[in-house]
T-cell receptor, first 111, second 112 residues
Framework: GEDVEQSLFLSVREGDSSVINCTYTDSSSTYLYWYKQEPGAGLQLLTYIFSNMDMKQDQRLTVLLNKKDKHLSLRIADTQTGDSAIYFCAESFHRYSTLTFGKGTMLLVSP | IAGITQAPTSQILAAGRRMTLRCTQDMRHNAMYWYRQDLGLGLRLIHYSNTAGTTGKGEVPDGYSVSRANTDDFPLTLASAVPSQTSVYFC???????????FGPGTRLTVL
């Protein structure tokens, strides 16, 4: 079955870069997503990448995909205290299939 | 209202009681979803609906039922609550299945 793994916790200092990693088992995953959950709130889609892409950049966010190793990463440049949240990696086989979420990585940014 | 709302915000419930969690969206989205979020387990899909009048089972449907009588509302019912259903429940919607999902603020449910 599908499985998505993430490290549970990451702590960085304000201004540093953060890298959150995710591995998935289903090699047929086509769509890979990063969601952000702030305290007491629902999930918000940050960015996504298609499996035929290696990299996607959106302002401070860079997503890297290593399809051979089934490894996805989210890099946040110049991390701010407002970036403190839980970040979820998710994948789907095709556009209309359900999402499989990882357990989430809690990012703590200290001043 | 704007977006997607859930009610109640939180609830403490005795085991064996019936409970309905409400979810309403005003974005005219066709697809809606119910997830539960548990520490160490992430989000797991309970039920979904691709369009009004249709529903489907997700990863963990047992003990839950849903209905989709209209586009806006997607209630989740626990017929006889058990302590293992203690969780935070999130409703989400998307224009169509596979589009970006927008999440509600969640309902924290405790079953004693």
């Amino acid at each position: 079955g599908e499985d998505v793994e993430q490290s549970l916790f990451l702590s960085v200092r304000e201004g540093d870069s953060s890298v959150i990693n995710c591995t998935y088992t289903d090699s047929s995953s086509t769509y890979l997503y990063w969601y952000k959950q702030e305290p007491g709130a629902g999930l918000q889609l940050l960015t996504y990448i298609f499996s035929n892409m290696d990299m996607k950049q959106d302002q401070r966010l860079t997503v890297l995909l290593n399809k051979k190793d089934k490894h996805l990463s989210l890099r946040i440049a110049d991390t701010q205290t407002g970036d403190s949240a839980i970040y979820f990696c998710a994948e789907s086989f095709h556009r209309y299939s359900t999402l499989t979420f990882g357990k989430g990585t809690m990012l703590l940014v200290s001043p | 209202i704007a977006g997607i709302t859930q009610a109640p915000t939180s609830q403490i419930l005795a085991a064996g009681r019936r409970m309905t969690l409400r979810c309403t969206q005003d974005m005219r989205h066709n697809a809606m979803y119910w997830y539960r979020q548990d520490l160490g387990l992430g989000l797991r899909l309970i039920h979904y609906s691709n369009t009004a009048g249709t529903t489907g089972k997700g990863e963990v449907p047992d003990g839950y039922s849903v209905s989709r009588a209209n586009t806006d509302d997607f209630p989740l019912t626990l017929a006889s609550a058990v302590p293992s259903q203690t969780s935070v429940y999130f409703c989400a919607s998307s224009v169509d299945r596979g589009d970006e999902q927008f999440f509600g603020p969640g309902t924290r449910l405790t079953v004693l």
